[in-house]
């Protein structure tokens, strides 16, 4: 359940950044007060998600999900550029956000592992 909390605060980082813009520097009332709401909420899931995932691991697929998601909305709703090169670091991230969860699956195993023992 925690790997949800992550994958849906990481979502939800894009709605408030997208806030964000909309908010036009929390001049408007009702984006301001949307963007405030969605990050508080963001932000309680990733906590309950950090009770079990390791805070790094945690925050850099929380922080990561929300910069690719970010990135491709601004490209597709706003037509940002996107050259070769970002393109390469965008995949790159994701291949680490995968990476990071494989890894932090082995380590969990590895402690329950080590408890069943004692």
Known sequence: ????????????????????KYSHGFTEFIPSVLTVG??????????????????????????????VGTIAVGAIFWGESI?????????????????LKIVSIDDQQEVDDLSKVR
């Open 1 to 20: 359940m925690d790997w949800i909390y992550i994958l849906i605060a990481g979502l939800l980082e894009i709605v408030w950044i997208i806030g964000l």
């Open 38 to 67: 969605v990050t508080i909420f963001s932000f309680f899931l990733l906590s309950k998600a950090l009770r079990l995932i390791p805070v790094g691991t945690g925050y850099a697929i929380f922080t990561g999900l929300g910069t």
């Open 83 to 99: 050259n070769l090169l970002k393109l390469f670091f965008v995949i790159l991230m994701i291949f680490g956000i995968i990476g």
